[in-house]
């Protein structure tokens, strides 16, 4: 089962574990409510949803309902409301356990991919783990044809993702760090590796609005680089982002289908049926 967000991956989840899709019909009432009918039932349920709206999780909540008396395995591709995970000023919700908890009730066990921030985790209250892209990123990088790539991180935390991509394709890996040069003045360049010549690949967990990527792009093209293409794995690609990599001159933007976009182009549905 899937939500109406993510009917691609689920499909493609289904035909990897070679298990049948169940139909559903979704509906909006005039206020806006959604109605759910399932076509169909089953002893054990994948529910395949990412959740970039709230509508997402009611979505999903509303599918665990259906299936209540059925064994679910729960997929979040994406899961929305993670970056919240610590309570940043006093009042503040914390968001990622107040959304993992409500979705890991009454569920066998939950799937997560690159979540933002792994202690999350815990909060689900059931068996979760969380899956690495890592391998069909490097899968993907090696169909660019690119002459001996450098990976760079936008900074030193997103490091462990170009590490584990670059272990697995023999390339360099890097972050990008920021020098203040003075009160208005930011030079941003890898910390180590010089770009000059070399094909760049900006490897990210989540490409948002896209800003911090087009803003690196725009440095290391100035210091020599000769190409540059970015790879998410969430393409969240809010408030004009692929436009804005694009105008920044950067070759392709790439990203999964854990959001299901025109520029996903590699699948997260074979990990999934591995771990599952």
């Known amino acids: 089962m899937s939500t109406e967000r993510s009917q691609v991956l689920a499909t493609r989840l289904a035909t990897a574990l070679n298990i049948p899709v169940i139909d559903a019909r979704w509906q909006r009432f005039p206020d806006g409510e959604i109605y759910l009918r399932a076509m169909d039932s089953a002893q054990r349920v994948i529910i395949c949803g990412s959740i970039l709206t709230s509508d997402d999780l009611v979505e999903i909540l ?42 890991g009730t009454d569920v066998s066990r939950v799937y997560t991919i690159n979540i933002h921030e792994k202690s999350i985790i815990n909060y689900f209250q059931t068996n979760a783990t969380d899956i690495s892209l890592s391998s069909p990123i490097a899968d993907y990088i090696k169909t660019l044809s690119l002459d001996d790539p450098l990976l760079i991180s936008p900074d030193e935390g997103a490091l462990h993702l170009s590490k584990d991509v670059s272990s697995l394709g023999n390339w360099e890996y890097d972050y990008l760090q920021k020098t203040r040069l003075s009160g208005e003045e930011v030079r941003i360049a890898p910390k180590t590796i010089p770009v000059k010549n070399r094909d760049i690949i900006i490897l990210d967990d989540i490409i948002s609005t896209g800003g911090t990527q087009a803003t690196a792009a725009s440095m290391l093209y100035k210091q020599g680089a000769r190409s540059i293409h970015t790879v998410g794995i969430h393409g969240v690609l809010a408030s004009g982002a692929y436009s804005r990599l694009t105008s920044a001159g950067i070759y392709s933007i790439s990203c999964s289908d854990t959001i299901e976009r025109a520029c996903s182009a590699y699948s997260a549905a074979s990990v999934l049926a591995d771990h599952i």
């Open 62 to 103: 509303l599918l665990k309902d259906t299936f209540n008396q059925s064994d679910i395995t729960l997929v979040i591709p994406y899961m929305g409301y993670a970056r919240q995970d610590k309570q940043f000023n006093v009042g503040e919700a914390l968001s990622a356990r107040a959304i993992a908890k409500v979705l």
